[in-house]
Structure formats: C-alpha cells, structure tokens
Nanobody
Framework: HVQVVQSGGGWVQPGGSLRLSCASSGDTDCISAINWYRQAPGKERELSAAITRAGGTFYDDPVKGRFTISSVNALSTVYLQMDSLKPGDTAIYLC?????????????WGKGTLVTVSS
C-alpha cells in the first residue's frame, strides 16, 4: 500500500505563487507516475500536470508555462510549483499516485488541498 500526504495551498492574490507538495510513503517502488488533478466548484475534475518515474511530464493547456512539476527520490516527493496564478486556478488540488504491481494497477489519493486565487 501507498500513503499519499499533500501539503501547501491556501490563498494568494492573482499573479502570486504557491507550491504544493505530495509525499508518498509505503510501497513506493510500485509508483509509475504522480498526477495532480484539480476540481473547481461546479466543474469536473481535470488533470493539470503529471510526472512519470522516467521524468516525463505533462501539462494541461490552461497551466502550461505557469505550473512546473518536479520530483525527488523517485517520485517519493513531488512538487507542483504554481506561478502567475489566476482566479481560474481556484480549485481543490488532488495528488494521485499511480501504482502497478503483479496484482494490477492501483490509484492512491491525497485528501486534497484548496487553492484560492482572489484579490
């Protein structure tokens, strides 16, 4: 099993920056990728950024050029640096660890953290 603990987030004015952290523990060798999703009020959950064990990254168009995903210790800790934040970035951000074992695939989730961008 994998435990996922998120930290960071909070309130920031437009144009500001925040950093989210996602720390995984337990059987972390099975983790193949870490995804950051977000869900704004009244909207569906969307994948904002992702990083693989090989170092490949993905950014959704709305955050491209403003968000940076990085990892240390083979995805044990993953950061999402969010710069030039906009009110439209207001959402609950969720960290998702994608794990593969001989038994198949498994998703592990953090509890979510609220990011509020407003003046």
């Amino acid at each position: 099993h994998v435990q996922v603990v998120q930290s960071g987030g909070g309130w920031v004015q437009p144009g500001g920056s925040l950093r989210l952290s996602c720390a995984s523990s337990g059987d972390t060798d099975c983790i193949s990728a870490i995804n950051w999703y977000r869900q704004a009020p009244g909207k569906e959950r969307e994948l904002s950024a992702a990083i693989t064990r090989a170092g490949g990254t993905f950014y959704d168009d709305p955050v491209k050029g403003r968000f940076t995903i990085s990892s240390v210790n083979a995805l044990s800790t993953v950061y999402l640096q969010m710069d030039s934040l906009k009110p439209g970035d207001t959402a609950i951000y969720l960290c998702n660890a994608v794990c593969y074992t001989e038994e198949g695939g498994m998703d592990y989730w953090g509890k979510g953290t609220l990011v509020t961008v407003s003046s």
